[in-house]
């Protein structure tokens, strides 16, 4: 089994993100996306940067934040990205923005 795998069953596991959620981050179809977890596949290219993005910004999130409240977090409209869904600035590959939002909310969790 891939390491990419195993980190899309962590993401889905253990920080509640849905097969759907997992998609949209990626630019994956969510049929696509419940292969990588059965480990039937292994997201490679632009969707493999996605995932590891994804995983890191779960990963600090859940430092911050209850779990089960990841998903929410990441599909609601957040003012510091211009009301844009966390999940939709990932997908459109600026890990960089949601990074920071996240740096400011560790800030103020100190």
């Given at each position: 089994?891939?390491?990419?795998?195993?980190?899309?069953?962590?993401?889905?596991?253990d920080r509640h993100?849905?097969?759907?959620?997992?998609?949209?981050?990626?630019?994956?179809?969510?049929?696509?996306?419940?292969?990588?977890?059965a480990g039937r596949?292994?997201?490679?290219?632009?969707r493999a940067e996605?995932?590891?993005?994804?995983?890191?910004?779960?990963?600090?999130?859940?430092?911050?934040?209850?779990?089960?409240?990841?998903?929410?977090?990441?599909?609601?409209?957040?003012?510091?990205?211009?009301?844009?869904?966390?999940?939709?600035?990932?997908?459109?590959?600026?890990?960089?923005?949601?990074?920071?939002?996240?740096?400011?909310?560790?800030?103020?969790?100190?």
């Amino acid at each position: 089994m891939s390491a990419l795998t195993l980190e899309a069953r962590r993401v889905h596991e253990d920080r509640h993100l849905t097969d759907r959620l997992i998609a949209q981050a990626t630019g994956a179809a969510p049929s696509t996306a419940r292969d990588w977890l059965a480990g039937r596949s292994a997201p490679t290219g632009a969707r493999a940067e996605r995932l590891i993005e994804l995983v890191e910004i779960t990963d600090r999130l859940s430092r911050i934040m209850d779990p089960d409240y990841i998903p929410v977090w990441l599909a609601r409209p957040i003012e510091a990205l211009g009301d844009d869904k966390p999940i939709e600035v990932l997908a459109r590959g600026e890990y960089r923005r949601v990074a920071q939002v996240i740096s400011e909310l560790e800030d103020g969790v100190s």
